[in-house]
């Protein structure tokens, strides 16, 4: 059995370039029904935001499957105690085998590390796989924390403490 590998990785590595192209393309995609064109995968990208998915202010995942690149993630830290789950992505090839899973594990634990209690995320009702998943790994509709042109609800989960998770930089005990 193929395993997953999901680990903090630089938004513009070559892996994860490519996720977030293939990301991008796949909602936009589905969004306007015709595959995107790589002019609009661009503009799309272009000043997304992405910058900030580093630390202090967030973070970045890529998911490895028998060592390809094949999933990616990030979280924004939005205040003290709340962080935003966002361009999470598994490629179609890939999903059903536990991808998604790995990658919300990972990405409540790089919250963690923030210092968030709390996960929130806004999709578009279409993306119902996404929407099964996140449901699926006790993400909750919530009252809407922001407003866009593809938000169409909104998710929010209480993160358990846990053990404490060393943040990035921190001395082993």
Request: aromatic share 8%; net charge negative; with cysteine.
């Amino acid at each position: 059995m193929t395993r997953w590998t999901v680990l903090p990785e630089h938004f513009d590595s070559p892996d994860a370039t490519a996720l977030r192209r293939d990301y991008y393309a796949d909602v936009a995609s589905s969004y306007w029904g015709r595959p995107a064109t790589d002019a609009e995968i661009d503009e799309g990208l272009a000043d997304d935001g992405v910058a900030r998915l580093v630390a202090p202010t967030g973070g970045f995942v890529v998911g490895r499957h028998g060592g390809e690149g094949a999933a990616c993630g990030g979280v924004l830290l939005l205040d003290a105690e709340r962080a935003e789950l966002t361009r999470v992505f598994v490629r179609p090839a890939f999903r059903g085998t536990g991808g998604g899973a790995a990658l919300l594990t990972a990405l409540e634990e790089a919250a963690r590390r923030l210092g968030a209690r709390r996960m929130v995320l806004n999709t578009r009702l279409d993306l119902v796989g996404a929407r099964a998943l996140y449901a699926r790994h006790g993400y909750r509709e919530i009252p809407a924390y922001c407003e866009g042109p593809y938000m169409e609800i909104w998710y929010g989960k209480e993160l358990a403490p846990g053990e404490p998770v060393p943040r990035e930089g921190d001395a082993a005990a």
